[in-house]
């Protein structure tokens, strides 16, 4: 089986690639480029990279056609791009030249459309996308695929929905926003009152706002507020398979990391960084610029700048403290152990001193 | 953007509201009441509600047009329906007179069919739905668009399937059986032997079988039995994410909450609940109105009744009693340390004392 | 309701079982048998299995019509055959007489295809498929209902796509390869970089590679390679709810348990088992047959070979010991407490004795 596959079709030369960066350049100008690889992996028509000197031995060695880095490789012939941040300058160049082509612009004559909806210019919805009555879809937004969105959803411009998302009735999305595949917004959340012991519904009729430039990866779920909406806030990036409860509020350009969950009507600040596997429990308050280490599980407030970790979270030089004694505690049982021999010892001596004049 | 949208069109009069939950009235009757809403976002057309007196300070403050309450707010000019149960109350009203409506009945033209199916009276089978061969669908279940329904499926009554579900092959579900988004009923169990070191795939011939009034939450994923069943019983709700294995039995009216992990041929019994993230290992036995934290990892049958945490899980006070000490760790190494210095100055000491006489 | 359905048609003879899994038969070798059952819920018709002789009791209480065992039950009329591996029998008749019937070979009329593509002899293309351009299908492939393939995809031979599975673009699967539904194969990776304090995408331009064998259960996530491929190696099996994120390279014959997340870069070598709801950080590197125990948080590189558990993961008999004292330290805090008044009164009294002279 052939598993090779045209990426891309586009050569650019150096030159091109160092004006779209303002990059000084070291070396020929006139090498075509066609893609971007890792130093490992690069062929010589690709441009790599170089993060730190302590990559510039792998750079030697490395099949690239040309480098950008921060500080320049020496004894290197070929091109390089220097740029004060070469990461920054790689994610630009990879937008700018080597993007893969967007879907056909339009609508797919297989997409099922409600009535009274509108769909701005130069919009793609794709094959077997189903869209509910009074859909609002903003302009150049991208639909792919098998695609649901309910009645009364509003899209901002420029949105990209893969395909097998959901969003579900009275959703908002602001513009900019990215919805991978399998991402499920608006589903019910977990509510239910007790009565005779069972477990009764409550119905949830509040929505889901995401709001300008958030990214939610694969799989994800978010939940629409019991009343009002559960809201995640400009700029924020998720990654998959993260749970968003009921009446959340995330603020602005916080980072989830894969597996996260966040239980019901909790509230984060702004720039709050969580890592993967963490749990929050339902009505805290998480401060601006907090960080919580993957794994923890939060069960209580946390103030502005704070970084936590364990479960229950602590503060992190505690955590880490404890963290490392857990793995020591047989030792300090034998420790005990040992000194409560020898206070015995001393206790029997002492009462002989006493008995022995 | 506009991102208002009419929620519902209804109007009803305190009088109405106050009658369907037999509460006594306080105030004004003709009020007219278009939605629900929590204290702090309600509009003069909402109605609110109290759970409690501590918040009677924050209904005088809600823009809210009328309340449900335990407990009247004293000097309080708006209506107020006082009932013994506000959020049982809230529930009910919810449901008769604000729920969104039910999408058209009948089967969408787009929607692909099998041979052999029954589909009940008053159904809805939505937009590029596609279902399997001898299918039955009970009345007036509502199988919104995009679902996948595999052959020899039955579906109860007043079943509601959201987008993107699929149910496999052979798989029951009883009536008013809820399924959120993304979700996978009927997923072969994770089964293999091992021969000459490499994983050899079992068939899974089993089914999944949810009985009445069961709630999956969004992309919760149940895997068919190896042979037989894997069962949720009546009444019970699963949170978003969650994952059943193989041959798991339910009991119920269980609350399983988000991201809990069960696996394969592991046994609940009745009214148990899971805090999200735990996750029980297989081929255990937990017993009725067992309460497990969030984020333990159960390892062993737990007896009825109990109530366990940590990871492994173990009985509640013995985990919160370690939680608490882990992290006063290095405290007690400092104390050993201490001790440790002491003993050896008394034992040089009454080494001095013996020696000195 | 009736919730029985017809299993299977086939009925196949005892001699004829027996000569697929060349079984010696103790007892009548023409009893029809027409399905696999556990013992407990075996009927007349069924063929059930006896793993070790401790099941013997329950094998003489079950209802089954014939038995595959490793030792023969005493005492037992019905038909036993007798083989090495019963477990592995069992899972060959399954996959020969008892296998559900597979879907309709050809292209179902509403499948949507793009251009230059390329469809195996004996594929099936489910109802309400769509498929990207340049895309190649090998023979025999299953590609059930609601799926979505992107551009440029390359499935192998023999290959089977639960209902609304995604691959994306570039993604390249090996033979034999099996996707469970809701699964996402070649989502983006979770990379941003940071800029003013806001995150900025980096376009992922790579792909995923599935080689032979692979099986991922529901709702898993791969992402593609933000440069190069995320890859899975030959054989290994991966349950629901699995995370695995950008550039992770996963070795042959790997299982991992349901619900673990892999963070990016890191590389896992041949035949490593991991169990539910473990975490690895990114950017390390795992050794052949190491074994990681459910739950775990593993934050550093594992020689090949070891077994590690715990948060943070450190090698299996030091996680156990530490396990077991984090319950005994109520008793350890307690101990300490009494040593320290134990010196107190040994020194004091040590004191008197040089005082009292």
């Keep these: 089986m052939n598993t090779t596959f045209p990426q891309h079709a586009a050569h650019v030369s150096v030159h091109q690639l160092a004006d779209a960066i303002h990059a000084t350049v070291q070396g020929p100008t006139d090498v075509l480029i066609s893609g971007i690889s890792q130093l490992d992996h690069a062929m010589g028509s690709d441009l790599s990279f170089v993060l730190k000197p302590t990559f510039h031995a792998a750079a030697k060695l490395s099949q690239a056609g040309a480098f950008v880095v921060g500080q320049p490789i020496p004894d290197e012939p070929r091109p390089q791009l220097i740029v004060p941040h070469p990461l920054i300058a790689i994610a630009t160049l990879a937008q700018r030249f080597f993007a893969p082509p967007l879907p056909p612009r339009g609508i797919h004559p297989s997409a099922i459309l409600g009535v009274e909806g509108r769909i701005g210019p130069e919009a793609s919805i794709g094959a077997l996308v189903t869209i509910g009555d ?3 879809i903003g302009a150049r937004a991208t639909i792919y ?14 949105c990209t929905l893969y395909p097998q998302v959901s969003v579900l009735d009275r959703c908002v999305l602001g513009n900019r926003v990215i919805l991978h595949s399998g991402t499920v917004i608006g589903s019910d959340g977990f509510g239910y009152t007790q009565l005779d012991s069972r477990h009764h519904k409550i119905l949830q009729l509040g929505n889901v706002f ?4 958030v990214e939610l990866g694969a799989n ?8 009002g909406s559960t809201r995640i806030k400009r700029g924020t990036k998720v990654d998959n398979q993260v749970q968003i409860a009921h009446n959340v509020v995330i603020g602005e350009d916080c980072i989830l990391v894969a597996q996260v969950g966040i239980a019901g009507s909790t509230t984060l600040g702004n720039n709050v960084m969580i890592g ?10 998480v401060g601006d610029n907090v960080r919580i280490a993957a794994g923890s599980g939060v069960t209580n407030d946390v103030s502005p700048g704070f970084i936590v970790g364990g479960r229950p979270a602590v503060d992190h030089a505690t955590w880490r403290k404890s963290q490392v004694i857990q793995y020591q505690l047989p030792e300090l049982r034998k ?3 040992s ?13 002989e001193t006493h008995d022995s004049p």
């Design 134 to 136: 009074r859909v609002q």
């Design 145 to 158: 695929a098998n695609v649901h969105i309910g009645n009364d959803v509003i899209i901002g411009d420029d």
């Design 210 to 213: 995401l709001e300008d430039d």
């Design 220 to 227: 994800v779920t978010v939940d629409r507020g019991t009343f």
């Design 276 to 285: 993967g596997q963490a749990g929050l429990v339902d009505h805290i308050t």
């Design 335 to 337: 420790e005990i152990l």
């Design 339 to 351: 000194l409560r021999k020898r206070i015995a010892l001393l206790e029997s001596r002492l009462t």
